[in-house]
């Protein structure tokens, strides 16, 4: 599912905070497709902690991290983001290193196919720098133990000559600060939990919040959005400000050819019908899966990875993009035996929820 696939973003982008980018480091550019996604994405992307919508634990709790970095004129501990995609961890990363007026490196767990190729990277650090690794949990094992050290001991060994002539040259470095995100902590080995000194959760938002992230966005978009548009668009939008904002733009284009160019109430329902987003807003995944669930499975229990093959898709994007919702929406339950559907399933889809599944559920 592309919309769902978390990107990385454009040196384009990174200019625009004012942060420098070695080009060494630019990651890739994915499919052309996404491309006019991403840079509508960056257009909207809070710059300052205090644009930054909701999440007001972690962002109490970062600017008190950030603060007193800044105060001791020294890099801030290791900073760990996590929590489902498109809530804003790309994000945060560039805030911190903003906030700090420290130059971001970006790079990515996938993009780091051998220990070498991160010893290179962080052999090129200059101090106070901010390194983003983004998707960490899928760092390749060699690369993590490396890791450890340069986060912990601030020296990388590098390996010279090959075979049994092979010697380790302890090389040090300067003090940068890590911004790993990921969609999965629990992946993360425990070694490398621990070597983050804060540690950031993302959670869903509430509707007031995406609220406020979308009227703002209708703001930077040069239109207004009617609050009870705002409202419709906030309660469908799976608690997630990417989801959103890219709702919004559905609705402003609605807006634009069938409608009169109003953002209110009329063009945010037509639209989102059009979209097929139901009023949870879940997508075509989240009701594959419920679907599955309930009618093909009996609502269960069914394992991650048969219900993954009977949607047609990885186990993983099943665990890490719909699940989360479904589960804190109240729709889907897991037990140590499978995933099973909760009657607010059966009555989302339109159907009776049978006794017993009510039954297994409790
Ligand atoms: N707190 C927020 N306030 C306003 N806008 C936000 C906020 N969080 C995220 N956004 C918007 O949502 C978009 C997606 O956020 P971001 O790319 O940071 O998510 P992510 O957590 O890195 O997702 P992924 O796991 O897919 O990489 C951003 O372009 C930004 O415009
Ligand atoms: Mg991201």
Not at 4 to 17: I, M, N, S
Not at 205 to 215: D, G, H, M, N
Not at 329 to 353: K, M, N, Q, S, Y
Request: with cysteine; aromatic share 4%; hydrophobic share 45%.
């Amino acid at each position: 599912m592309a919309d769902h696939v978390g990107e990385l973003d454009e040196p384009d982008e990174l200019d625009a905070y004012g942060i420098e980018l070695t080009p060494a480091l630019t990651p890739a550019r994915t499919s052309g497709a996404d491309e006019l996604e991403r840079a509508a994405e960056a257009a909207l992307r809070p710059r300052r902690l205090d644009e930054f919508v909701g999440q007001r634990v972690v962002r109490d709790q970062l600017s008190l991290v950030l603060d007193a970095a800044l105060g001791r004129g020294a890099p801030p501990d290791h900073v760990l983001l996590s929590g489902p995609p498109g809530l804003g961890k790309t994000t945060l990363a560039m805030i911190i290193a903003a906030e700090l007026g420290a130059s971001l490196r970006v790079t990515s767990g996938p993009a780091i196919q051998h220990a070498g190729d991160l010893a290179a990277v962080l052999s090129s650090l200059e101090e106070g720098e901010v390194l983003f690794i983004d998707e960490i949990h899928r760092l390749a094992r060699p690369a993590e133990e490396l890791l450890y050290v340069a986060m912990e001991d601030f020296r990388v060994d590098v390996i010279v000559g090959k075979g049994a002539g092979a010697s380790a040259i302890p090389l040090s470095l300067p003090r940068f600060t890590v911004v790993g995100a990921t969609t999965r902590a629990g992946l993360l080995p425990a070694p490398l939990r621990d070597r983050f000194g804060f540690t950031g959760h993302l959670d869903f938002y509430s509707a007031a919040e995406l609220e406020r992230v979308l009227t703002r966005s209708a703001g930077l978009l040069g239109t207004e959005l009617a609050g009870d548009a705002a409202s419709e668009i906030a309660s469908r939008s799976r608690g997630t400000p990417r989801i959103a904002n890219r709702l919004l733009r559905r609705v402003r284009d609605w807006a634009q050819v069938r409608g009169d160019g109003q953002l209110d109430l009329r063009a945010a329902r037509a639209a989102l019908q059009v979209y097929e987003v139901d009023d949870l807003g879940l997508d075509r995944l989240d009701r594959a899966v419920l679907t599955a669930l309930c009618v093909r499975f009996a609502g269960g229990p069914v394992g991650l990875t048969t219900l993954a093959v009977t949607v047609g898709e990885e186990p993983e994007t099943v665990e890490t993009v719909a699940e989360p919702y479904l589960v804190r929406e109240g729709l889907v339950g897991r037990t140590p035996r499978g995933r099973v559907a909760t009657p607010a399933a059966w009555r989302h889809l339109g159907l009776t929820p049978p006794v017993d599944g009510a039954v297994l559920f409790s």
